[in-house]
């Protein structure tokens, strides 16, 4: 019999509190701790926003945001950005929601894999906006409003 195989890392991080500050997600970051959760594996690793992979594969990036506001926007966006090289960030996800008529709350989710072949130099973080001022990326440290999910799904 062989043993071994299956998934070997399993993680979900959030933001903890509110944000009407425009661009990358750099603060109030934490690994998700509710009583019925825990990671497997070693988990990510989180600098300022900047989040690390514990080992080379692939990986299953599942990202949520929420917003909320009472005024009206024609878009809030949520970005999951990556690195080749621990420098250059590109725009890997960007996805969209509007606020239309002072509708208080909107979410968006998005789906990547992400070939990890180098740890050091591969890494990701979150970028926000929205078109009014007065919308916000939510945050809750008891509940999963704006953060991710990731799952390692075998080798590079």
Same mark, same amino acid.
Request: proline share 1%; glycine share 10%.
């Given at each position: 019999?062989i043993?071994?195989?299956?998934?070997?890392?399993?993680?979900?991080w959030?933001?903890?509190?509110?944000?009407?500050?425009?661009g990358?997600?750099?603060?109030?970051?934490?690994?998700?701790?509710?009583?019925?959760?825990?990671?497997?594996?070693?988990?990510?690793?989180?600098?300022?926003?900047?989040?690390?992979?514990?080992?080379?594969?692939?990986?299953l990036?599942?990202?949520f945001?929420s917003?909320?506001?009472?005024?009206?926007?024609?878009?809030?966006?949520?970005?999951?950005? $990556?690195?080749?090289? @621990?420098?250059t960030?590109?725009?890997?996800?960007?996805i969209? +929601? %509007?606020?239309?008529g002072?509708? !208080? =709350?909107?979410?968006?989710?998005?789906?990547t894999?992400?070939?990890? $072949?180098?740890?050091? @130099?591969i890494?990701?973080?979150?970028?926000?906006?929205?078109? +009014? %001022?007065?919308?916000?990326?939510? !945050? =809750?440290?008891?509940?999963?409003?704006?953060?991710?999910?990731?799952?390692?799904?075998?080798?590079?």
């Amino acid at each position: 019999l062989i043993k071994g195989g299956g998934i070997t890392e399993a993680d979900c991080w959030r933001i903890t509190a509110n944000t009407s500050s425009n661009g990358v997600l750099t603060s109030n970051w934490e690994r998700v701790d509710d009583d019925t959760f825990d990671k497997l594996g070693t988990g990510m690793t989180e600098s300022s926003g900047v989040f690390s992979f514990p080992s080379t594969g692939i990986y299953l990036i599942d990202a949520f945001a929420s917003f909320t506001g009472e005024f009206l926007s024609s878009y809030n966006f949520y970005e999951f950005q $990556t690195t080749p090289d @621990n420098s250059t960030y590109t725009t890997r996800m960007h996805i969209e +929601s %509007s606020h239309e008529g002072n509708v !208080g =709350n909107s979410c968006v989710s998005m789906t990547t894999l992400v070939d990890v $072949t180098d740890t050091s @130099n591969i890494k990701f973080k979150f970028n926000w906006g929205a078109q +009014s %001022s007065s919308i916000n990326i939510e !945050g =809750n440290t008891a509940q999963n409003r704006t953060g991710f999910s990731m799952v390692r799904l075998g080798d590079t």
